[in-house]
């Protein structure tokens, strides 16, 4: 796989706006969004004292239960909704249609007439590629979301999956400084999780900022680098994942050749140095690594 | 950007699907045209009217093609909306001007597309470019000819000019609904005002004539004279140039009649096919398209079609005297005749509601303002609909 020379440092697509220099790529303070009913009844408080800042390389997870008010920060943060307090900022400057966002919508209802290529070239030219820039990024999207071999079907016929690869594909298509992937795990097998987090990882490794939300936790587990806990519209626990799932005095040893003997004598040691041992348990695969080895990384068909 | 909006929304209008529809439609169209070209206007007793395959076919194709770019164009929107593209738009570098000239582009880019073969396909149907055109009723040719009172033989070449007028003779029983092909000539030194005025007299055996004297009209093209009247005896058409002008070249088959009135049960079957048809097209329309706005769109648009036709009958009966003359009063079959008579300008509300010329020529001095009105103004609110529909398209870009 070939990447795009520049990474962070590149202003992104032609067309796209890269915003001040030095500026995080996310910055919200304090939003809030209230949703009323007619005359200002039934007023729901879907968004309460929100702030975020989402650095450059980072990979910002946001998690929480349904109805928790991810999806309405994501919009308030990309300009989609207008908050109700607070203010957001893209690269230091208001959400605009016209910065270097890459988003991949919770729902990617696009018609299924198109085909996946003409879903991608349509999406590129709109986000300002155009000529064999635009050719080139389409067939590189497709290849590594493992979408080559049905580029030219309707998305019609394609599964939930697909669609999946198909919407991260369309947000990673300009070369984005920032991504905004809304539940970009859902309906994916693992090998499917597996490519989009290796190409979140890459996209961060290149100096992207990258802000995720979903439920899948062992997925956000693996490639987030700072994670954000909301429930009932509020920040219930934020910052780094170290901070936000460490437990204090707590450390995991994994050791491999051991006897028992061996390893009762690795609890003496730690006994020894006032430690207690909490847990000891048999390593074994986990069953997505086995998923990956039997059935490895195949380029999807139908499912 | 803009050419890719646009191609994007030819390929949702057109890829799939409504290829077939529209291939439907086109016959339906066709034999719509073919059917009803020379069915008669109910009611405008001596209101002379003109009318031609031609021009119905044409005014049914751009009937076709406006009503084409409304449902085109609510399906775009919907679209759009429906599928979160105003979401993919608004984290682009795309703005609203240009996605609303690009979405237009590709509406009249498909509607042209859509139109051209379906006008050909309908064309072909109707039977565009036989010499007589199939008609529910019976072609009769006068039974004699005279150009400035000397009779003209078969094969030969009158012409009728102001002060030699041109007399039809018809048998007996023959109805006199009428079709005249007009080939005007200019007299060398004449200033032809490029409009044909005429008088026709109509000259009954037994009983009083009448004479009319419609509006001045474009030449090359045909004269339809509806009378609504099947007199039993026989009777005589005569036609004068009402100017020195331009004189009227004429052989023996310049006028045919219409025979065999189309009886009431075939027309009030025909018509009420057609609302049927038009409730069909548009249930098939938001089936095929997949418009998920339950049967609602469908309802409505039979609905409006038929308020449309009661409106015109109901203002062309208030016109024509009919009503307030109160021939009607009493008479048991009123209602059925009511019917009818909205029915049967339902066939004719497709011609009539494309026709920007003066639309009812009646006799001089009898010039129907509202029927001319209604035209340009269904027009205009169609018009102003898809825009207004596509502005709805465009606007919600955010929500707030």
């Not at chain 1, 697509?13 to 995080?24: E, I, N």
């Not at chain 2, 191609?7 to 073919?34: N, W, Y």
């Not at chain 2, 080939?183 to 009954?204: M, T, W």
């Amino acid at each position: 796989m070939s990447r795009r020379a520049g990474g962070a440092d590149s202003g992104g697509a032609d067309g796209y706006d890269s915003g001040m220099d030095g500026a995080p790529p996310i910055e919200a303070e304090g939003l809030g969004k209230v949703w009323s009913g007619p005359l200002g009844s039934r007023r729901v408080e879907a968004l309460a004292d929100f702030s975020l800042r989402v650095a450059p390389g980072s990979v910002h997870g946001m998690v929480g239960p349904n109805g928790s008010g991810k999806t309405t920060a994501i919009r308030c943060l990309l300009g989609l909704l207008r908050p109700t307090r607070g203010t957001a900022r893209l690269f230091g400057r208001p959400p605009a249609a016209a910065l270097a966002v890459g988003y991949a919508p919770e729902r990617f209802d696009l018609a299924g007439k198109r085909t996946g290529r003409e879903t991608l070239r349509l999406l590129g030219r709109l986000s300002g590629l155009e000529g064999r820039a635009l050719d080139d990024a389409v067939a590189r999207e497709l290849d590594r979301l493992a979408l080559a071999a049905s580029a030219d079907r309707p998305i019609g016929g394609y599964s939930k999956g697909m669609v999946r690869r198909l919407s991260i594909a369309a947000a990673l298509l300009a070369d984005p400084r920032l991504l905004v992937l809304d539940e970009p795990f859902d309906g994916l097998d693992p090998i499917g999780n597996q490519a989009v987090r290796d190409e979140v990882e890459a996209r961060a490794a290149d100096g992207v900022a990258v802000l995720l939300s979903t439920h899948a936790l062992a997925d956000l587990e693996a490639v987030a680098t700072h994670l954000t806990i909301v429930h009932a519209g509020r920040v219930l626990a934020q910052g780094t994942a170290d901070e936000v799932l460490g437990v204090r005095g707590r450390c995991e040893l994994v050791v491999e050749g051991l006897s028992d003997d061996g390893l009762a004598a690795v609890r003496a040691a730690v006994a020894g140095a006032g430690g207690r041992t909490v847990e000891t348990r048999p390593a074994r695969e986990s069953l997505v690594d086995l998923f990956r080895r039997r059935v490895g990384r195949g380029e999807e068909g139908t499912e | 950007m803009i050419v890719a909006l646009a191609r994007d929304a030819v390929r949702l209008l057109l890829r799939g699907r409504p290829v077939f529809l529209l291939l439907a439609v086109a016959l339906v169209c066709g034999l719509f045209v073919r059917a009803t070209r020379d069915v008669g206007v109910a009611r405008l007793k001596g209101a002379v009217l003109p009318g031609a395959a031609l021009e119905t076919l044409a005014s049914t194709v751009f009937l076709l093609a406006v009503a084409w770019g409304v449902v085109a164009g609510l399906l775009l929107a919907h679209e759009d909306r429906a599928s979160g593209f105003f979401t993919h738009l608004a984290v682009r570098p795309v703005g609203r001007a240009t996605v609303a000239i690009g979405r237009l582009a590709g509406l009249f880019l498909a509607t042209v597309l859509a139109l051209v073969p379906l006008g050909a396909i309908v064309a072909l149907v109707a039977g565009l470019g036989e010499r007589d055109l199939p008609t529910l009723r019976e072609r009769v040719r006068p039974t004699t000819v005279e150009v400035g009172g000397a009779p003209l033989e078969a094969g030969a070449i009158g012409h009728v000019a102001r002060g030699s007028p041109g007399r039809f003779v018809f048998a007996p029983g023959t109805r006199a609904d009428a079709t005249l092909r007009l080939r005007p000539k200019i007299p060398i030194g004449a200033a032809f005002s490029g409009r044909i005025a005429l008088r026709v007299d109509y000259q009954p055996v037994s009983g009083a004539s009448r004479t009319w004297e419609p509006e001045p009209f474009r030449p090359l093209r045909e004269l339809v004279l509806h009378f609504d009247e099947a007199p039993g005896a026989g009777y005589a058409l005569v036609v004068e140039p009402r100017d020195d002008t331009f004189v009227l070249e004429v052989d023996r088959e310049a006028l045919t009649a219409i025979g065999g009135t189309a009886p009431l049960a075939v027309e009030l079957v025909l018509a009420s096919l057609l609302v049927l048809g038009a409730g069909w097209i548009a249930a098939a329309l938001a089936f095929f398209f997949g418009v998920g706005l339950s049967a609602g769109p469908a309802s409505l648009a039979a609905a409006f079609v038929a308020l449309v036709a009661m409106g015109r009958a109901a203002v062309l009966d208030i016109v024509a005297g009919i009503g307030a003359t109160g021939a009607d009063g009493g008479d048991p079959s009123a209602f059925l005749r009511w019917v009818r008579s909205t029915l049967t300008h339902l066939v004719r509300l497709v011609p009539d509601l494309a026709r920007f010329n003066p639309a009812a020529r009646l006799g001089e001095g009898e010039a129907l303002p509202a029927a001319d009105l209604l035209a340009p103004a269904v027009a205009l609110l169609v018009t102003v609909g898809a825009v207004g529909l596509l502005t709805i398209a465009v606007l919600p870009f955010k929500e707030r």
